[in-house]
């Protein structure tokens, strides 16, 4: 119990990652449908670039934040010392930056009707949580279960990526 507190209290600052790429790319998504449906590929893909671009600016932002403040203030907040967790925090920040860049990589297909396409993502990514999940947490507590998340979202990126350019370059009739 004592370590899922600490590690709630570390994650609850990569969910904001999202939360902030959510409210930046909201306003792209009409302009994106549009564009899909007018076979305007390349503005397309622009605005889908331009989405993971904000989502990496946030995170920087907040990894830069986090590694002078991020410990203390979370500290403060919960009440528990995580002072010790500084790297644990920083890479579970880049695994929520990671996860912004899938929001915005899943708003693109769902735009091109290729809904299959995430759910696969999402069905592998959770085989593969399953399959190394017990491992990373026994043999490495709480480090074992940030850099499982990083990797996880790294593997689902790399699927919607590949899904996403094999969609614009072969798009429905």
Sequence with gaps: KEYQTYYSALFMPASVIN????????????????????????????????????????????????????????????????????????????GGGISALNIILYNGLTVMRRQKAVLWAYAITVVLSFLFSDLAVRQMGITGAVVLYLDLMAAMFLLLTAATLYYVRRPSP
């Design 19 to 94: 939360l902030f790429g959510g409210f930046a790319f909201k306003p792209l998504l009409t302009t994106l449908a549009k564009s899909w449906r007018d076979r305007q590929h390349k503005r397309f893909t622009g605005i889908l670039l331009k989405g993971m671009g904000l989502c990496v600016g946030i995170t920087v932002f907040v990894e830069a934040a986090a590694y002078f403040l991020g410990a203390p203030v979370l500290s403060w907040l919960y009440g528990i010392s995580l002072h010790e967790y500084r790297t644990e925090l920083l890479v579970l920040l880049a």
